[in-house]
């Protein structure tokens, strides 16, 4: 928790730093709907995930963010995903992002890394949608593979 507030605030104050420099927004806030696998060894599960996204670009192709999920699954096993991406904005539509989260379920909490990447269109002045291919590296060697779109504002 030490670590999500001191990322955001530290970008909060690149951003504010350099607010009247660039025309692209700082902040992204989205809605995140998708479905996806787990695969651990030979269990796999199916489910569906839905979620919010948060991120401050402090530059035009730097940002970083919270991520927050709740992963409803087939079987037993349904969690929720925070998770703290970096992201690299390569093009005005293309962003690739990764970082260190969690998954907490019902029997145990456990590291993660997720890698994804997105491509946004944009819908009207403010708002985008993005489609998203997410990955999860699980502790213990389990993988979670996840599509779905983002509905973002931008301010």
């Given amino acids: 928790v030490g ?21 692209y927004p700082h902040h992204h806030v989205a809605i995140f709907a ?62 690739f992002f990764a970082g260190p989260g969690f998954e907490s ?3 145990k909490d456990k590291y993660l890394m997720r890698v994804g990447l997105a491509y946004e269109f944009s819908i009207h002045e403010r708002w985008s949608v993005s489609p998203e291919v997410l990955v999860d590296f699980i502790e213990g060697g389990a993988k979670t593979y996840v599509m779905g779109f983002a509905l973002e504002y931008g301010f």
Avoid: C, M
């Fill in 3 to 23: 670590t999500l507030a001191l990322a955001v605030t530290s970008s909060v104050a690149f951003a504010n730093e350099d607010a009247g420099h660039h025309e």
């Fill in 105 to 107: 379920n019902e029997t």
């Fill in 34 to 95: 998708g479905g996806g696998f787990e695969r651990d060894g030979n269990h796999e599960e199916n489910g569906a995930a839905l979620g919010l996204e948060y991120e401050v670009q402090w530059s035009e192709k730097w940002g970083v963010g919270v991520d927050a999920e709740r992963l409803f699954g087939d079987g037993p096993h349904r969690s929720w995903v925070a998770v703290i991406p970096v992201s690299f904005h390569a093009t005005e539509n293309w962003r």
